[in-house]
Every structure is written in C-alpha cells, then in structure tokens.
T-cell receptor, first 109, second 113 residues
Framework: GEDVEQSLFLSVREGDSSVINCTYTDSSSTYLYWYKQEPGAGLQLLTYIFSNMDMKQDQRLTVLLNKKDKHLSLRIADTQTGDSAIYFCAENRDDKIIFGKGTRLHILP | DTEVTQTPKHLVMGMTNKKSLKCEQHMGHRAMYWYKQKAKKPPELMFVYSYEKLSINESVPSRFSPECPNSSLLNLHLHALQPEDSALYLC????????????FGQGTRLTVV
C-alpha cells in the first residue's frame, strides 16, 4: 500500500511496557523515525534508525526494524504518565518525510 | 544545538492580509521543509528546499509562497488565505533531503478569519 500504517490507539498501565507498531511502504527508505507530539505542541524526535540496522536502544526506548516485512516498532519501558501523547512513525521516501496517522498512547493508573 | 525555531507561535489573519511565517536553524542542515497539520491528523508535506533551492512542491496553492533566503532561514509567505487553511504549520530540517535526524520546530498555529 501507499500509506504508513499504525494502530490509532493504545492503552497501557503505568509501569508496564508500551509497544507501538508501524508498517512502512518503501523497502528502500533509508531512515525511519519515531516522533512524539503532545497536545498543542510540535513534533519531538524520539529516535530514528537507519535501514541497515535492525535494533536501536536509547534509555527507555527500543526500536526494532524488520526490513523484510517493512515493520517498525517502538517499545517504551516503564511507561509513565508523561509518556501520554500521540506517537508518529515516519519514513524518508523519495526525499520526503512521510508520516503514519499516529498512535494515541493512553496511560492507565 | 538541535533546535528549529519558528515564529510567530500564533497568528490570526484576515482573508485579505499578507503575512509571513519564519523558520530558523543553525545546525548546518541543507534541507528544510514546510508541513501543514490539521487537528487530529498527521503532518502533510508542502515544500522541500535542498541546498536553498525548491526541490519539492506538493501541488500547494499559490497563496502559499515559500522562500529560502539562506541556508539557515526558511520563510512561508501567506496571501489571500481561506478559513480552511487554518492549521499548525511546522518547519523541519535535516542534514540533507535523504534523511538522517529530522528535527521539527514547535510550529505556528495559524487561524484565518
């Protein structure tokens, strides 16, 4: 398909891990990104991964990339209330940064 | 410094006004982007500048006019906008248009009345 696909909503208990999944479109995409957007704010780059990698870890964040299936995931360990936001997956395709529709992460107490 | 600075943060303009949005970065990035984001939607690409030249225009109406005066600065000139153009306008930059880290500004919230 032409679109970057993400599930629209995820609900997680505080302290648990959150896993947000994404399917991108172009196997030749060089860079894949995860952004966080809080209400009324711009986009915060959380992490990115180059297409020749299959995993990247940065503190509580782990990105897994499966190039064969064009599948990208973001794991947030020990989810906190401050992690409540919309998370966008994006790919760099044909010199454009193309976004998924975003996953709203809701934290349960 | 990984900051992309956008001004103003908020803008209200009438349909006959002319205004400009400004974006600045000092990371030495050579690709800069304008995006439009409507409420509860993902950002949509409008323009890409690469090495100060317009490389991509996503069929944006001519009432939006981009300008890249130098490698650190990107403007978006607005004229005769419609109420449906009200949105969050986001600027981004990367080392070059093939990718690496892509940083976004906090956006300009535009309301057309």
């Amino acid at each position: 398909g032409e679109d970057v696909e993400q599930s629209l909503f995820l609900s997680v208990r505080e302290g648990d891990s959150s896993v947000i999944n994404c399917t991108y479109t172009d196997s030749s995409s060089t860079y894949l990104y995860w952004y966080k957007q809080e209400p009324g704010a711009g986009l915060q780059l959380l992490t990115y991964i180059f297409s020749n990698m299959d995993m990247k870890q940065d503190q509580r964040l782990t990105v897994l990339l499966n190039k064969k299936d064009k599948h990208l995931s973001l794991r947030i360990a020990d989810t906190q209330t401050g992690d409540s936001a919309i998370y966008f997956c994006a790919e760099n395709r044909d010199d454009k940064i193309i976004f998924g529709k975003g996953t709203r992460l809701h934290i349960l107490p | 410094d990984t900051e992309v600075t956008q001004t103003p943060k908020h803008l209200v303009m009438g349909m006959t006004n002319k205004k400009s949005l400004k974006c600045e970065q000092h990371m030495g990035h050579r690709a800069m982007y304008w995006y439009k984001q409507k409420a509860k939607k993902p950002p949509e690409l409008m323009f890409v500048y690469s090495y100060e030249k317009l490389s991509i225009n996503e069929s944006v109406p001519s009432r939006f006019s981009p300008e890249c005066p130098n490698s650190s600065l990107l403007n978006l000139h607005l004229h005769a906008l419609q109420p449906e153009d009200s949105a969050l306008y986001l600027c981004a930059s990367t080392w070059d248009s093939r990718g690496t880290e892509a940083f976004f500004g906090q956006g300009t919230r535009l309301t057309v009345v």
